[in-house]
């Protein structure tokens, strides 16, 4: 394999890796903003019990709920803004391993052809061999 091909297969390698690494980070981001939600939901479960038992919670329930709202439509937001961002992760991790694979092609290809080569040249120097043989 020629170095160049060797230097666009490590640099695209480098890149892949590192959207790999992107991706998982923006996946950790995501679940750590699902979490967030699947914690709020639990905390207005949790008030609206209390306000089942006790009457001066229950008064202020519709207050906790209007803020509730409003912070898990935040958190919503979030993971919306989120997904949305993974999606472009994806969409260029998958550019990159096609690009890898455009390039480890070319490389294969022209080992390939370096070889078909070789193998006429000695081809060919074997038939000068016997003609030359023949000749003499």
């Known amino acids: 394999m020629t170095a160049w091909a060797q230097s666009l297969i490590r640099i695209s390698n480098y890149e892949v890796e590192t959207?790999?690494?992107r991706?998982?980070?923006i996946?950790?981001?995501?679940a750590s903003a699902?979490?967030?939600i699947a914690v709020l939901e639990?905390?207005?479960e949790v008030e609206q019990e209390r306000a089942r038992q006790d009457a001066d919670a229950a008064m202020l329930l519709q207050a906790y709920l209007n803020g509730w709202k409003?912070?898990?439509g935040a958190a919503e937001t979030d993971v919306a803004e989120i997904e949305a961002e993974e999606a472009g992760a994806r969409d260029a991790l998958t550019g990159a391993f096609e690009e890898l694979k455009k390039f480890e092609h070319v490389a294969?290809?022209?080992r390939l052809n370096a070889m078909l080569a070789a193998g006429?040249?000695?081809t060919a120097a074997f038939d000068e061999m016997g003609l030359r043989r023949r000749a003499g």
């Open 19 to 21: 959207l790999q690494k």
């Open 23 to 25: 991706l998982a980070e």
């Open 27 to 30: 996946t950790a981001r995501r």
């Open 34 to 36: 699902e979490m967030r």
């Open 42 to 44: 639990a905390e207005a």
């Open 70 to 72: 409003v912070r898990k």
């Open 108 to 110: 294969e290809m022209t």
């Open 120 to 122: 006429k040249r000695e």
